[in-house]
T-cell receptor, first 109, second 112 residues
Framework: AQRVTQPEKLLSVFKGAPVELKCNYS??????LFWYVQYSRQRLQLLLR??SRESIKGFTADLNKGETSFHLKKPFAQEEDSAMYYC???????????FGSGTRLQVQP | DADVTQTPRNRITKTGKRIMLECSQT?????MYWYRQDPGLGLRLIYY???????NKGEISDGYSVSRQAQAKFSLSLESAIPNQTALYFC???????????FGPGTRLTVL
C-alpha cells in the first residue's frame, strides 16, 4: 500500500524565516511525488513535481529515497505563501494520487 | 481557458435525500476523479474513471455512486445522504503523460 504522511497540521513562521514542510511516504517501488497548494478560497493547484526538479515561487523539494521523504523548502517565507499544502504520491502503474493530510502554513508579518 | 467546473458550488440538504454533484471539464482529459476534503484528513479518493466504461472505487466509496456520462462529465451521487457526508467535494482531471491533476473549485455539501 502507498501512504503519505505530513506530520504537521500547522506551521507558523514569521516573514523572512526559512520554511520546511515535511512529507514522508511509504511505497515499495519508484514513486512520483508532488506538492499541491490551496490558497484561501481557491482551488488546489500543482506547485511542483519531483521529476521536474524546478523551483516554483522560491519553493524546492528534493526526493530522498533513502529517507523516503519529499520535504518542501523555501529560504525566506512571504506572507502570500500562507496556504494549505498537500504532498501527493503516484505509484508506478497506479491510476490515482494518494494525498497526505495537509499542512497549513501561516506566515506572520 | 480549458477548465474543470462543478455544480452546485454549495448545497444544504437533509438526511435521507438523494444528491447529485456534477463535474464537467473542457481539458480533453480521459481521467477524472472525485475526492472529499475534511479538516485534518486531507483529500480522500471516492471514485475515479479512465473513460466511460472504466469506473473504479477509491478508498471511501461506501455511500456514493458515480456516473461517467461522457468523456467530459463525471457525476457523484449520494443515494441517501447522512450528516457525516458533510464535506468539501472536489472533482479533478489528470493530464497525460505528466500526471498533473487539475481540480475544480469544489462543492460544499452540508447534510443536516
Amino acid at each position: 500500500a502507498q501512504r503519505v504522511t505530513q506530520p504537521e497540521k500547522l506551521l507558523s513562521v514569521f516573514k523572512g524565516a526559512p520554511v520546511e514542510l515535511k512529507c514522508n511516504y511509504s511505497y515499495s517501488g519508484s514513486p512520483e511525488l508532488f506538492w499541491y497548494v490551496q490558497y484561501s478560497r481557491q482551488r488546489l493547484q500543482l506547485l511542483l513535481r519531483h521529476i521536474s526538479r524546478e523551483s516554483i515561487k522560491g519553493f524546492t523539494a528534493d526526493l530522498n529515497k533513502g529517507e523516503t521523504s519529499f520535504h518542501l523548502k523555501k529560504p525566506f517565507a512571504q506572507e502570500e505563501d500562507s496556504a494549505m499544502y498537500y504532498c501527493a504520491l503516484k505509484g508506478t502503474g497506479r491510476r490515482a494520487l494518494t494525498f497526505g493530510s495537509g499542512t497549513r502554513l501561516q506566515v506572520q508579518p | 481557458d480549458a477548465d474543470v467546473t462543478q455544480t452546485p458550488r454549495n448545497r444544504i440538504t437533509k438526511t435521507g435525500k438523494r444528491i447529485m454533484l456534477e463535474c464537467s471539464q473542457t481539458k480533453g482529459h480521459d481521467r477524472m476523479y472525485w475526492y472529499r476534503q475534511d479538516p485534518g484528513l486531507g483529500l480522500r479518493l471516492i471514485y475515479y474513471s479512465f473513460d466511460v466504461k472504466d469506473i473504479n472505487k477509491g478508498e471511501i466509496s461506501d455511500g456514493y455512486s458515480v456516473s461517467r456520462q461522457a468523456q467530459a462529465k463525471f457525476s457523484l451521487s449520494l443515494e441517501s445522504a447522512i450528516p457525516n457526508q458533510t464535506a468539501l467535494y472536489f472533482c479533478a482531471t489528470m493530464g497525460h503523460p505528466y500526471n498533473e491533476q487539475f481540480f475544480g473549485p469544489g462543492t460544499r455539501l452540508t447534510v443536516l
